[in-house]
């Protein structure tokens, strides 16, 4: 018999045998999460101007390095703390991290809206990055809501999904919506705040949605972490006082708790024919009872991510040093996922910059195929309804492409595929520049597609390839924390980088450097890549790993036992 393996009841489809998809408390964080796109995105379609508005200096060519400050600011600050709040959650629990970062979200856009220099531009959004370790916290989140293999590739896209939510609609408001006394005088006459702040009410718009985000959070969020999910919640029994107003929400609690009797009967019914084997810990949110859990027995049944050898939960890996945690292929990931955040993160941050650029007055001397420089001059406004686009396509794929491909391909093939094939991506875009007038518009739209497309696929990938290779779900927490650390170090090295090579290249005509070099980043993420190994055959360093965990377990036993 096949430890960890489950019975199917008779009559039973495979679908049956699945415990169901946690959709309340996904979409509770989901809410919690796009608050952070929208006020993160909200700043490019602007960021050109607002430099410029600063007047800092009178060379637009130096405008988008200043402009890369202000981006890599939250990221290196996100960079400080991101282990930190990691850890933290990992002994108050998930909740308070990420309802924490929220309002320290909320707190950055407000002095961001204020700002009436880059020093106070630059403080703002360090605030927003030490106060916000949500990424990694999110990842150990949904890996704890989500723990069948067979719902992997939906989770994973969830709040990939969210974040292009947030992308169509920040872009879109900060376009809209910033320098009103200019875009909007009939409304906002000159003389007035918006007049003295024109960036205020963007940043307005993100803290009301990021507050909005906290209460729901406040309300809703269930803890997931295995050791503070029982503790007592005022704010989740308020929410559950509000819900249960609602007739709808009463009948589908009144269906998911006959549904949980029925199971817990089969449960009592079907028991193991040994004692002695093993038992699977059952797939368990704060939605589903342990009763839920399904059953051991055929080996017909689906698999789990959550390896049959993390059955203890301690309280932190006691006994195991980083050097087990962090094992070769996790490292591999772990790095692979840094370039990706470093050269996708120059891309995001550099091309409103690119499409803001003000063609030269007078005619820069060409000699291609590299020495060009020319731009396309458009406004805030234009660049925030690209962006959207953007963000719309990115949401469909999202959607409808990327799990079925996920799927068809698998997390490696896919993800080596994509790495290989990215370096071709920033060859071609600065040469946008050079298109006819007539085509220049398709050529963008061409390239984003291209990149949404890429994106969308690479991150999902490299999120499941990271969790299958930890040799332990008991140390994912702290993987992932390191992850998120490291991809917030890149993505606040990439922009500055790319700041200053994009205004060296407006100044010695080779308007093209920072995308050739982000394009050699790449071809360097390729190589790694194809050193990543396929993470099914990890059992042996999880069992290796667990009995170091459970030797620590005792050892603390026999410290604490009189």
């Not at 790449?522 to 190994?533: R, T």
Request: net charge neutral; hydrophobic share 45%.
């Amino acid at each position: 018999m096949r430890t960890g393996s489950f019975v199917r009841p008779m009559g039973s489809s495979m679908d049956d045998e699945l415990p169901p998809f946690p959709r309340r408390q996904m979409l509770v964080l989901a809410i919690c999460r796009i608050c952070e796109p929208i006020a993160f995105m909200g700043i490019f379609p602007y960021i050109y101007f607002m430099i410029e508005d600063f007047h800092i200096t009178d060379d637009k060519s130096k405008i988008s390095f200043y402009a890369g400050m202000v981006t890599s600011a939250f990221t290196f600050a996100e960079f400080s703390t991101g282990l930190l709040w990691g850890r933290l959650s990992d002994k108050i629990g998930r909740k308070p991290v990420l309802l924490t970062g929220l309002i320290g979200t909320a707190l950055s856009v407000l002095i961001f809206g204020f700002a009436p220099n880059l020093t106070v531009a630059l403080l703002a959004r360090a605030i927003g990055g030490l106060l916000n370790g949500n990424m990694g916290v999110l990842q150990t989140t949904v890996a704890e809501l989500v723990t069948v293999k067979e719902h992997q590739p939906r989770a994973y896209t969830i709040m990939p999904v969210v974040w292009c939510l947030g992308s169509i609609i920040g872009p879109m408001i900060g376009g809209a919506l910033a320098r009103p006394c200019i875009s909007y005088p009939s409304l906002f006459p000159p003389g007035t705040i918006w007049d003295r702040y024109p960036y205020l009410l963007p940043n307005l718009f993100s803290a009301f949605v990021v507050l909005i985000g906290v209460i729901n959070g406040i309300l809703f969020l269930e803890e997931t972490h295995s050791e503070k999910r029982h503790a007592h919640d005022r704010g989740l029994e308020i929410g559950n006082w509000i819900l249960s107003l609602l007739p709808n929400f009463r009948r589908c609690a009144e269906a998911r708790d006959e549904k949980t009797t029925k199971l817990s009967e089969n449960s009592e019914e079907e028991r193991p024919l040994l004692e002695h084997d093993e038992q699977l810990p059952g797939y368990r949110t704060n939605q589903n009872s342990p009763e839920n859990s399904p059953r051991l027995g055929s080996t017909s049944a689906p698999s789990i991510s959550r390896d049959p050898l993390d059955l203890a939960e301690p309280r932190g890996n006691v006994g195991v040093g980083f050097s087990r945690i962090f094992t070769r292929p996790v490292v591999l990931n772990i790095v692979s996922f840094g370039i990706l955040a470093f050269h996708t993160m120059t891309f995001d941050q550099l091309f409103p910059v690119f499409l803001s650029t003000e063609r030269p007055d007078q005619k820069v001397p060409t000699s291609l195929p590299f020495k060009f420089v020319d731009g396309f001059g458009l406004d805030s406004k234009t660049i925030g309804i690209i962006l959207s686009a953007q963000g719309a396509y990115q949401l469909t794929i999202n959607m409808f492409l990327v799990p079925p491909v996920l799927k068809r391909l698998g997390a490696l093939r896919l993800f080596r595929f994509l790495t290989l094939a990215y370096f071709a991506l920033y060859l071609v875009t600065p040469y946008l520049v050079l298109l006819p007038e007539k085509y220049r518009m398709v050529g963008v739209s061409m390239v984003l597609v291209w990149k949404c497309t890429f994106a969308s696929m690479a991150y999902p990938s490299n999120a499941i390839l990271t969790a299958d290779s930890a040799p332990s779900h008991l140390a994912l927490g702290t993987i992932n924390g390191v992850a998120a650390s490291t991809a917030s170090l890149c993505r606040a090295f990439g922009p500055t980088i790319s700041g200053i090579l994009y205004a060296v290249g407006l100044t010695s005509g080779y308007s093209g450097l920072a995308w050739w070099c982000s394009a050699l980043v790449a071809i360097g993420g390729a190589v790694i890549s194809l050193q990543i190994e396929d993470p099914s055959s990890r059992t042996e360093t999880r069992a290796n790993f667990n009995n170091d965990v459970e030797a620590g377990q005792q050892r603390r036993s026999s410290l604490v036992t009189p």
